[in-house]
């Protein structure tokens, strides 16, 4: 797999997340307008991952990454 898919997929999690940067959006945006494999896994995590809600306790929180991070391994 390419630096740009793994970097990608990196940030899929953040984006849904609505986490990452203005640049690390872009990044990806930008990568999933040129490969069919990283749009297709997005369109599949975004379907699965739940969005955060404003006011989530840390308990909540620590564990939507534990998940975030089983679904990119």
Known sequence: MKTDCNVARDLM???IDDAASEESVNYLNDHLAQCDECKALFEDM??????????KSAQEQERFGQL???MKQ
């Not at 975004?46 to 006011?55: I, Y």
């Open 68 to 70: 975030a991070h089983m």
């Open 46 to 55: 975004k379907a699965a991952m739940p969005k955060r809600e404003s006011g």
């Open 13 to 15: 999690p953040l984006c």
